[in-house]
């Protein structure tokens, strides 16, 4: 990497951590050898996305600021209170509670056990039933991600001389789910009122046969990308759109590694979240009853690899945009 590009990264990256240094508070002596637990959902740490996401930014801590981790994965939705209660119990400095799914649960738990910190993930704080002080709220912005590439995807297919028909392939519809198919479908049809979204659900964020199937059926209805907001159950609507010679675009993490099908990911940073938080329990800046937004502004969501077919204009366009987005100029919707 020459130094003209390294520069703006850099920029970039302290902008990300001025930013979080604000959200988190002032900094305090490092503490080190804190009890740090995370519970997944269902998808679990091996859904290629959200929850893995989760995991790096804890494996990060573990091994940057040397804390001791434990994890505990929920195989069904029955395991939420019980895996939070170990989190708790074990006396960890803070339990960290992996989406949204989780959160009636965490609002049980957290109630339980005052004097214990808390954060989950796509979850505002205020939307828990009884508000527990001891709970942080890690938000996304994921309806600018979703923008990024629904923009992208009408674009690409426009230059393919293509009906800018796209697919937005969701697990459960869910405000995390749902924002970044709105941003998805604003920007899409931003770009051409020609541009029509299909959209579905699979009831599922792990059964990939049931995300295949949504995607399959899309493609029969003209989409030429599939966008899937499912977790691990994505990974199927992805497979789908590599069977039909379709674009994919991942979500989460970035996806690119899959295959030339690939025209680029949703990325939405859980494990800098995961990472920022851990940190701001070492520093004794930690503190409940809020919540912390992560966006394009300071790094916390943003577009993974790009597809090598797409032009050099085209990238400049998309990098435009993030500008546009950042300063307020174009203001994705977060619902459909």
Same mark, same amino acid.
């Given at each position: 990497?020459?130094?003209?590009?390294?520069?703006?990264?850099?920029?970039?990256?302290?902008?990300?951590?001025?930013?979080?240094?604000?959200?988190?508070?002032?900094?305090?002596?490092?503490?080190?050898?804190?009890?740090?637990?995370?519970?997944?959902?269902?998808?679990?740490?091996?859904?290629?996305?959200?929850?893995?996401?989760?995991?790096?930014?804890?494996? /990060?801590?573990?091994?940057?600021?040397?804390?001791?981790?434990?994890?505990?994965?929920? /195989?069904?939705?029955?395991?939420?209170?019980?895996?939070?209660?170990?989190?708790?119990?074990?006396?960890?400095?803070?339990?960290?509670?992996?989406?949204?799914?989780?959160?009636?649960?965490?609002?049980?738990?957290?109630?339980?056990?005052?004097?214990?910190?808390?954060?989950?993930?796509?979850?505002?704080?205020?939307?828990?039933?009884?508000?527990?002080?001891?709970? /942080?709220?890690?938000?996304?912005?994921?309806?600018?991600?979703?923008?990024?590439?629904?923009?992208?995807?009408?674009?690409?297919?426009?230059?393919?001389?293509?009906?800018?028909?796209?697919?937005?392939?969701?697990?459960?519809?869910?405000?995390?789910?749902?924002?970044?198919?709105?941003?998805?479908?604003?920007?899409?049809?931003?770009?051409?009122? /020609?541009?029509?979204?299909?959209?579905?659900?699979?009831?599922?964020?792990?059964?990939?046969?049931?995300?295949?199937?949504?995607?399959?059926?899309?493609?029969?209805?003209?989409?030429?990308?599939?966008?899937?907001?499912?977790?691990?159950?994505?990974?199927?609507?992805?497979?789908?759109?590599?069977?039909?010679?379709?674009?994919?675009?991942?979500?989460?993490?970035?996806?690119?590694?899959?295959?030339?099908?690939?025209?680029?990911?949703?990325?939405?940073?859980?494990?800098?979240?995961?990472?920022?938080?851990?940190?701001?329990?070492?520093?004794?800046?930690?503190?409940?009853?809020?919540?912390?937004?992560?966006?394009?502004?300071?790094?916390?969501?943003?577009?993974?690899?790009?597809?090598?077919?797409?032009?050099?204009?085209?990238?400049?366009?998309?990098?435009?945009?993030?500008?546009?987005?950042?300063?307020?100029?174009?203001?994705?919707?977060?619902?459909?």
């Amino acid at each position: 990497m020459n130094g003209r590009r390294l520069m703006p990264w850099a920029l970039a990256g302290l902008a990300a951590l001025a930013s979080l240094v604000v959200a988190f508070g002032a900094t305090a002596a490092p503490m080190k050898n804190e009890r740090i637990s995370l519970v997944t959902d269902v998808g679990r740490l091996n859904d290629r996305s959200f929850n893995q996401l989760a995991y790096q930014g804890l494996l /990060r801590a573990e091994r940057v600021l040397g804390i001791r981790k434990q994890v505990y994965e929920s /195989r069904t939705p029955a395991d939420y209170t019980p895996n939070l209660t170990a989190g708790a119990r074990t006396q960890s400095a803070l339990t960290i509670a992996v989406g949204f799914l989780l959160g009636e649960d965490l609002n049980r738990v957290a109630k339980q056990f005052p004097k214990e910190n808390f954060a989950i993930i796509d979850f505002p704080y205020e939307a828990l039933a009884d508000k527990p002080q001891n709970v /942080r709220g890690l938000l996304f912005k994921s309806e600018q991600a979703g923008c990024l590439v629904g923009h992208i995807a009408v674009k690409q297919l426009i230059r393919e001389k293509k009906r800018p028909i796209l697919s937005a392939v969701g697990g459960i519809k869910l405000p995390s789910v749902d924002a970044f198919i709105a941003g998805y479908r604003f920007c899409a049809r931003r770009v051409s009122r /020609r541009a029509k979204v299909l959209i579905g659900y699979s009831q599922s964020f792990t059964d990939s046969a049931k995300c295949k199937e949504v995607a399959l059926g899309h493609i029969s209805r003209g989409a030429g990308a599939v966008f899937q907001v499912a977790g691990g159950c994505g990974l199927g609507a992805l497979s789908a759109a590599k069977q039909k010679r379709k674009w994919g675009i991942g979500v989460d993490a970035d996806q690119g590694y899959l295959g030339a099908h690939m025209l680029t990911s949703a990325v939405k940073r859980v494990d800098e979240s995961v990472y920022a938080t851990i940190q701001a329990i070492q520093k004794g800046t930690f503190r409940g009853g809020m919540n912390t937004t992560f966006s394009l502004a300071n790094n916390g969501v943003g577009y993974g690899k790009l597809s090598r077919k797409v032009s050099r204009a085209l990238r400049l366009e998309v990098e435009a945009l993030k500008k546009a987005i950042i300063r307020g100029r174009v203001k994705p919707p977060a619902t459909l």
